[in-house]
């Protein structure tokens, strides 16, 4: 267990998980990209060239509340 916190009700000991992104050739995790969103010519966003980090997902076991970290460069 850690001593993270919930910050909607306050509780001591968030859940460690992740989010998944199950799309279409995707690696299996969600990742934060740096900058607002661009779409491309097809409507995909564009990623080219832009810091990318590793989400980290903690949900609090009280009210299900998420926090969501971008941690590590991937």
């Known amino acids: 267990m850690n ?3 919930c910050t909607c009700c306050g509780t001591v000991g968030l859940t ?8 279409q ?3 299996g995790y969600a990742r934060w990209i740096e ?3 661009e779409r ?3 409507g995909g966003a564009k990623r080219m060239s832009r810091p990318r980090r590793q ?3 903690f949900r609090c076991p009280k ?7 971008a941690t590590s460069a991937v």
């Not at 009210?63 to 970290?69: I, M, Y």
């Open 25 to 27: 050739s995707a690696p």
């Open 63 to 69: 009210c299900g509340h998420l926090e969501l970290f």
């Open 3 to 5: 001593n993270y916190t």
């Open 40 to 42: 491309g010519i097809l």
């Open 55 to 57: 989400i980290e997902a």
């Open 16 to 23: 460690e998980g992740f989010v998944e992104d199950a799309g």
């Open 35 to 37: 900058g607002a969103l």
